[in-house]
């Protein structure tokens, strides 16, 4: 059974960092794209970083770039999304997921096959 376990999220203020992870098991973790999204009140879920099987492959939507990375380690089945200078408007429940292989720059929530229960990150003073 495919199980995917985020967490790390809380409240922090603007400006501040957080590293969220996502602990996997029940398939072959290496042979995966991990992928995060997000889904803010009243908003549809939004994919906000990708990382393939293939080592160095990763993928971020503009709004993103510089400010998040995604990282993996395949010996602990884990991925990780480090959110830096995070804005009131980052706020959301962070979702990991998977597909096989290779991210696909679209980021469209069908195009992952298993998902995590979710974390919530809250940016506020």
């Known amino acids: 059974e495919v199980q995917l376990q985020a967490s790390g999220g809380g409240l922090v203020q603007p400006g501040g960092s957080l590293r969220l992870s996502c602990a996997a098991s029940g398939f072959i973790f290496a042979d995966y794209a991990i992928a995060w999204f997000r889904q803010a009140p009243g908003k549809e879920r939004e994919g906000v970083s990708c990382?393939?099987?293939?080592?160095?492959?990763?993928y971020y939507p503009d709004s993103i770039k510089g400010r998040f990375t995604i990282s993996r380690d395949n010996a602990k089945n884990t991925a990780y999304l480090q959110m830096n200078s995070l804005k009131p408007e980052d706020t959301a429940v962070y979702y990991c997921?998977?597909?096989?292989?290779?991210?696909?720059?679209?980021?469209?929530?069908?195009?992952?096959?298993?998902w995590g229960q979710g974390t919530l990150v809250t940016v506020s003073s």
């Open positions: 990382i393939s099987s293939i080592p160095g492959q990763t």
């Open positions: 997921a998977t597909r096989r292989f290779i991210c696909l720059p679209t980021m469209r929530n069908s195009e992952y096959e298993d």
